[in-house]
């Protein structure tokens, strides 16, 4: 079981916006660490898509944002495109300051 | 640009110790302020970390598998290793190396991941 608690899967349509959701705890999102997002084409190695909570690596489009709230944090994707499918990834940081992920989230675009 | 690039045996027997090997190109594994990471995924299943050590050697490892795990730097090769001992079949997985950039900026550069089996 994961530290970090995401939704199995999430869907949409081409064109829609989804958002995806990463919830912690007082040990860690809560406790002031930021959380990263990542992206996994199955069969190949994660990519970084969020940093710090909200900001994009270089090349990564404006249609992924990311938020964070208290002990909680968002991934949120506009404009939905096919090649968008992938399985996402939280990750932040607990007390001892050992990584965590979340268990990640399949996006289908139907 | 700098690669990552995971090896070593990708058959390991119950009870013995995994070895794997992340070599760095393209940049020096000594300079700047990098935590050098491991991370696992078996099957169908999720990330996993296992454990970093920072550019200093200093380490930090998942308390989960804390007792079994050793993650050292080797300067002269610019490459960094993990080892897990006394294996079992739970420790079957993809494995990847990863940096992450002193601060808030996430794993930057991931290797492409190695499969390692642990069967008899």
């Known amino acids: 079981q994961s530290v970090l608690t995401q939704p199995p899967s999430v869907s949409g349509a081409p064109g829609q916006r989804v958002t995806i959701s990463c919830t912690g705890s007082?040990?860690?999102?809560?406790?002031?660490?930021?959380v990263h997002w990542y992206h996994q084409v199955p069969g190949t190695a994660p990519k970084l898509l969020i940093y710090?909570?909200?900001n994009r690596p270089s090349g990564v489009p404006d249609r992924f944002s990311g938020s964070k709230s208290g002990a909680s944090a968002s991934l949120a994707i506009s404009g939905l495109q096919a090649e968008d499918e992938a399985d996402f990834y939280c990750?932040?940081?607990?007390?001892?300051?050992?990584?965590?992920f979340g268990g990640g989230t399949k996006l289908t675009v139907l | 640009q700098v690669q990552l690039q995971e090896s070593g045996p990708g058959l390991v027997k119950p009870s013995q110790t995994l070895s794997l090997t992340c070599t760095v190109s393209?940049?020096?594994?000594?300079?700047?302020?990098?935590?050098w990471s491991w991370i696992r995924q078996s099957a169908g299943k999720g990330l996993e970390s296992i454990g970093h050590?920072?550019?200093?050697?200093?380490?930090n490892y998942n308390p989960s598998l804390k007792s079994r795990v050793i993650i050292s730097l080797d300067t002269s090769k610019n490459q960094f290793s993990l080892e897990l001992s006394s294996v079992t079949a739970a420790d079957t997985a993809v494995y990847y190396c990863?940096?992450?950039?002193?601060?808030?900026?996430?794993?930057?550069?991931w290797g492409q991941g190695t499969t390692v089996t642990v069967s008899s």
């Open positions: 007082s040990s860690n999102i809560g406790a002031g660490y930021d």
């Open positions: 710090g909570n909200s």
């Open positions: 990750q932040s940081y607990d007390s001892s300051l050992s990584v965590v």
């Open positions: 990863a940096r992450r950039i002193r601060g808030s900026y996430g794993m930057d550069v």
């Open positions: 393209g940049g020096s594994i000594s300079s700047g302020s990098y935590y």
């Open positions: 050590i920072y550019t200093s050697g200093s380490t």
